[in-house]
């Protein structure tokens, strides 16, 4: 089982839509988890990091379930620029490295 | 900061070839990883630094990988020999416990 995992989609979401979508992870003991965003041929970037409580940053949220070892992304009012591949990321106990999952593609369609 | 700088952006070499693939980490980072990102295995973690010490390369896929980190200004990373199963995007990111940055990345061809 891979430490991360993610529906590698790719989810086609309507403009103005909302679009919300999971990634799992199997070591319990991971401590900070993070969403990136990657376009097409660029590097990846830092969205924003999962908080416990969850966490808002304008028509993004991210959510955490430790009990159940996922992180959820929602988007509101989705729109055109929003189309990328958004990777779920966990640093986890063993060291302090940053795991990736596969990423969830994104099509948000006129 | 300019950021992470990655040289060359683009490398095409002949399969048994040396490739070496250069970083420069943002000015005070403690951390330095090396990933491979293919469209079948998706975004691998190589190898990594703290405080320009290996700390782990298990991701490394085989000896002909090998990478350095002289100091914390710089890092390599070799393959030797290349094989046309090496090619990939090779992302050089240094950060914090908190967030990583990422370069722009080496475009890795092996024919």
């Known amino acids: 089982r891979k430490e991360v995992e993610q529906d590698p989609g790719p989810f086609n979401v309507p403009e103005g839509a909302t679009v919300a979508f999971n990634c799992t992870y199997s070591n319990s003991a991971s401590q900070s988890f993070f969403w990136y965003r990657q376009d097409c041929r660029k590097e990846p970037k830092l969205l924003m990091s999962v908080y416990s409580s969850g966490n808002e940053d304008g028509r993004f949220t991210a959510q955490l379930n430790r009990a159940s070892q996922y992180i959820s992304l929602l988007i509101r009012d989705s729109k055109l620029s929003d189309s990328a591949t958004y990777l779920c990321?966990?640093?986890?106990?063993?060291?302090?490295?940053?795991?990736f999952g596969g990423g969830t593609r994104v099509l948000v369609k006129p | 900061d300019a950021g992470v700088i990655q040289s060359p952006r683009h490398e095409v070499t002949e399969m048994g070839q040396e490739v070496t693939l250069r970083c420069k980490p943002i000015?005070?980072?403690?951390?330095l990883f090396w990933y491979r990102q293919t469209m079948m295995r998706g975004l691998e973690l190589l190898i990594y630094f703290n405080n320009n010490v290996p700390i782990d390369d298990s991701g490394m896929p085989e000896d002909r990988f090998s990478a350095k980190m002289p100091n914390a200004s710089f890092s390599t990373l070799k393959i030797q020999p290349s094989e046309p199963r090496d090619s990939a995007v090779y992302f050089c990111?240094?950060?914090?416990?908190?967030?990583?940055?990422f370069g722009q990345g080496t475009r890795l061809t092996v024919v």
């Open positions: 000015s005070g980072h403690d951390y």
């Open positions: 990111a240094s950060g914090q416990l908190t967030e990583a940055f």
């Open positions: 990321v966990v640093n986890g106990a063993a060291g302090n490295k940053l795991t």
